[in-house]
């Protein structure tokens, strides 16, 4: 029997599988593009807890990822970051309350959503290879593969790839033990690692107390901040949005949990981030998405149920109003090796979901998304996707 809720070890484990991808983009937008950490965190609480009650399984809380990026490339100001997400929140209400998403989707073929999957699962395998050998965006900005270690090597060898290459093999040992989860047990020994190699961490414990973020802690965004959002961020993140975190994640959602997930519809997961990012932008968070990725990251450490939601949005949602702005030291405890080796295992069973296609065109079009979303970007990949998805069923072309 299906049960919502459930609170146990796997659970807990399940629930920390995607700060892999989460926590970077979060704290680079505090540090270096001076968002509002309180409301930053507090705002991810709040949707992993309120989507895990309403759809009733375990749901994926991302930032989104082309947006993150490129704000944190370019040093954007909170203002701009802040239109983009009321713009996103607007573009997703009305694509979802108008039906238009259904459109998209009628006319979106299945090799089309696993080569969306393929390519978001290999972005993430890549993205922890760079956080265990410090070329990531963000290690690159701070110089430092371990920016918050004392130790930067042993011997010869960078102290990230011992820590990812010992906390993978953790992993694999651990991956199907219920007794010792391996996302719980991979953070556990992230945080001793961080302890025990000397973080660099200033918590300010006699700061502690009750932080409630602000409501609109920035001025409110310029017309020239929603212009340039409009065409920056907003343009090349949406269809990237639409492909991977309404369209592929509804798909592998139904592949995951059946009957259970019927609430996850394209139209309801639209509604669902577009009240995110309304909110998120009313007290200074980031903008917020769902995903294909984050849910097979859940999933792949023993999320099964709600109770994930609950767990990590509690989580969140308590260290941000009782650390306040120290919650970043206290994240910060974790190598970025661990945290890329929770993205490693979350990408490639995301990518395996390419398994169930045996026809060879339909492989095609989703060795081509994969290739030029390495060349590009998903959202290039997506578009032409589709467009290449259609061409090839007509019986004059072969591959």
């Not at 139209?267 to 995110?276: D, E, G, Q, T, Y």
Request: positive net charge.
């Amino acid at each position: 029997m299906f049960k919502r809720y459930r609170f146990n070890r796997m659970e807990v484990a399940g629930s920390l599988g995607d700060l892999g991808t989460l926590l970077p983009i979060a704290i680079a937008m505090v540090l270096i593009n001076g968002l509002n950490p309180v409301g930053l965190f507090f705002s991810i609480g709040v949707f992993y807890i309120l989507t895990g009650l309403y759809f009733g399984i375990t749901v994926p809380v991302q930032p989104m990822k082309v947006i993150g990026a490129y704000a944190i490339a370019t040093v954007m100001s909170p203002s701009q970051i802040l239109a983009s997400s009321l713009l996103m929140g607007a573009s997703l209400l009305v694509v979802g309350l108008t039906g238009a998403i259904e459109l998209i989707r009628k006319y979106t073929p299945k090799s089309v959503i696993r080569g969306v999957q393929l390519s978001t699962g290999a972005l993430l395998i890549s993205s922890g290879v760079k956080f265990m050998i410090g070329t990531s965006s963000f290690q690159v900005l701070q110089k430092m593969a371990e920016p918050y270690l004392k130790i930067q090597s042993i011997g010869p060898i960078q102290v990230g790839i011992v820590i990812g290459l010992l906390g993978g093999f953790l992993t694999l040992l651990l991956l199907e033990n219920k007794r010792f989860p391996a996302g719980l047990i991979i953070i556990l020994a992230g945080l001793a690692a961080g302890i025990v190699l000397g973080a660099r961490i200033d918590f300010g414990f006699r700061d502690v107390g009750i932080s409630l973020p602000k409501i609109m802690p920035f001025p409110f965004p310029e017309k020239l901040d929603f212009t340039f959002a409009l065409f920056a961020l907003v343009l090349p993140q949406l269809p990237m949005t639409l492909g991977n975190a309404v369209l592929a994640y509804t798909d592998l959602s139904r592949e995951y949990f059946d009957q259970q997930a019927a609430k996850v519809t394209n139209r309801k997961v639209c509604v669902s981030m577009a009240l995110a990012n309304f909110f998120s932008f009313l007290i200074g968070g980031m903008p917020l998405c769902h995903g294909s990725g984050g849910l097979a990251a859940h999933y792949r450490f023993g999320a099964r149920t709600a109770g994930s939601n609950l767990v990590i949005g509690f989580a969140f949602a308590f260290l941000a109003l009782i650390l306040g702005n120290n919650i970043i030291g206290f994240f910060n405890l974790i190598p970025m090796a661990i945290l890329g080796v929770l993205l490693i295992f979350a990408g490639s069973q995301l990518a395996l979901t390419v398994i169930d296609l045996t026809d060879r065109k339909d492989l095609f079009v989703v060795v081509i998304i994969l290739g030029i979303t390495l060349a590009s970007n998903l959202a290039v990949g997506f578009i032409v996707g589709i467009a290449l998805g259609h061409l090839i069923k007509w019986d004059k072309l072969s591959v």
